[in-house]
């Protein structure tokens, strides 16, 4: 069986606190990045994107900001719920990989009541 | 219901063993991948079918071998498997246009299947 796994980092927060979940990524030459959700036992969910000539944008309850200076991308959730918990990823689309997603190691999100 | 459903949820099987696993996407897709997410590494795509051609193999070993009958069906053929990889295999699915990523159309994931080898 597996021996060693991923240390995912862990983020909790208080209910109906702000989320701040953050990714790094090395690669300059991305088109887009991704946010995915991933609750136990499920596959993962797509949040929201953002394309590499923004540094903002906005869903619903979500932000997602790019920082291309420091290769930085960041995910915040407003008035996080019980129904935010879950594993959170960050993926990339290379230039030219339109159907290729690069996926991070990701965060894991403990919202307590 | 995601709209992609993968069969078995879960399946152990010795190293000697040949199975498949399968995915069937209900979207109206054109194209499908094969995900490996085990507990060392992140996701790792595996394969991808574009309007049933095979354009990606991510050195992928050949005891994993994919089959795409149709644009709604994908198979993942296992044989000879070793205990590395055991692991979650997801597949994944998205409508593409050949102008590159539409942000309309995110890749949608089923729900895994969890494979253990002995």
């Known amino acids: 069986g597996e021996s060693v796994g991923l240390h995912l980092p862990t983020l909790s927060v208080q209910e109906g606190d702000n989320s701040i979940i953050n990714c790094a990524y090395s690669n300059s030459a991305s088109d887009y990045f991704i946010w995915y959700k991933q609750e136990s036992g499920k596959g993962p969910q797509f949040i929201i994107d953002?394309?590499?000539?923004?540094d903002k944008r906005q869903g619903q309850r979500v932000t997602v900001l790019l920082n291309k200076t420091v290769k930085h991308l960041s995910l915040q959730i407003a008035a996080t719920q019980p129904g935010d918990s879950a594993v959170y990823f960050c993926?990339?689309?290379?230039?030219?990989?339109?159907?290729?997603?690069?996926f991070g190691a990701g965060t894991r999100l403990a919202v307590h009541p | 219901e995601t709209g992609v459903t993968q069969t078995p949820r879960h399946l152990v099987m010795g190293m000697t063993n040949k199975k498949s696993l399968k995915c069937e996407q209900h979207l109206g897709h054109n194209a499908m991948y094969w995900y490996k997410q085990s507990a060392k590494k992140p996701l790792e795509l595996m394969f991808v079918?574009?309007?049933?051609?095979?354009?990606e193999n991510n050195s992928v070993p050949s005891r994993f071998s994919p089959e795409c009958p149709n644009s709604s069906h994908l198979f993942l053929h296992l044989h000879t498997l070793q205990p590395e990889d055991s692991a979650l295999y997801l597949c994944a699915s998205s409508q593409e246009t050949k102008k590159g990523y539409d942000s309309n159309q995110p890749q949608h994931f089923g729900d895994g299947t969890r494979l253990s080898i002995l």
């Open positions: 953002i394309r590499s000539n923004m």
């Open positions: 079918y574009n309007f049933k051609e095979q354009t």
């Open positions: 993926a990339e689309i290379p230039w030219g990989g339109y159907n290729k997603l690069i």
